[in-house]
């Protein structure tokens, strides 16, 4: 069965310092990763998206990390903002003749002052 | 150049009655797809649409059924509407039909059933 679990569920960090997510996912055969910044009532909006041959990337203070022989993606914010809170979501999708898409339930991420 | 645009931004309607809701995809964007969030949950697939045809759908009932038009926009219908059809329904577009490797999201439309 196709499933992308993310962990921690939720995270609290104080500003400044840094933290990482995680994602792992059963989703197969792989196309991409992605991830998401989702603020609360919004639309997410894209961080990175990484295929099959790319193992990182990075977007400003956002680096995301692929490994996938163990199926794992992390997502590591450095010198976290109060503007960082939000939700987090890692997103796998397969190429299955069509084009499946599975959303993982995202960390909640608090940046405290 | 207007991204995803999605339309009301708020709804509140009662059990039993049907709602419309609009997307209007980025420009150069061809598909659509639509996603119901619960609170606290990520995105749950809906339906995608590309070539005015429904080309892949998730695990949901025929009452929630959209279209899309010409100019790629797109209409999603939910019927006889429940409490659990509450949630935030976000549709994304992107490029190049099926197997497009980046979607872009709209803000959203909040719907409440009372």
């Known amino acids: 069965k196709n499933q992308v679990e993310q962990s921690p569920q939720s995270l609290i960090i104080l500003e400044g310092k840094n933290c990482t997510l995680q994602?792992?996912?059963?989703?197969?055969?792989?196309?991409?990763l992605r991830w998401y910044k989702q603020d609360t009532g919004r639309g997410p909006v894209s961080l990175t998206i990484m295929t099959f041959s790319e193992n990182t990337k990075s977007n400003g203070r956002y680096t995301a990390t692929l490994d996938a022989d163990t199926k794992q993606s992390s997502l590591h914010i450095t010198a976290s903002q109060l503007s960082d809170s939000a939700s987090y979501i890692c997103?796998?999708?397969?190429?299955?003749?069509?084009?499946?898409?599975?959303f993982g339930a995202g960390t909640r991420l608090f940046v405290k002052a | 150049d207007a991204g995803v645009t999605q339309s009301p931004t708020h709804l509140i309607k009662t059990r039993g009655q049907q709602v419309t809701l609009r997307c209007s995809p980025k420009s150069g964007h061809d598909t659509v797809s639509w996603y119901q969030q619960a609170l606290g949950q990520g995105p749950q697939f809906i339906f995608q649409?590309?070539?005015?045809?429904?080309?892949q759908r998730g695990n949901f009932p025929d009452r929630f059924s959209g279209h899309q038009f010409p100019n790629y926009s797109s209409e999603l219908n939910v019927n006889a509407l429940l409490l659990g059809d509450s949630a935030l329904y976000l549709c994304?577009?992107?490029?190049?039909?099926?197997?497009?490797?980046?979607?872009?999201f709209g803000q959203g439309t909040r719907l409440t059933v009372v």
């Open positions: 994304a577009s992107s490029p190049r039909g099926l197997g497009a490797t980046e979607a872009f």
């Open positions: 649409y590309y070539e005015e045809e429904e080309r």
């Open positions: 994602c792992n996912y059963t989703v197969s055969p792989f196309s991409n």
């Open positions: 997103v796998v999708s397969a190429n299955t003749g069509g084009f499946k898409t599975i």
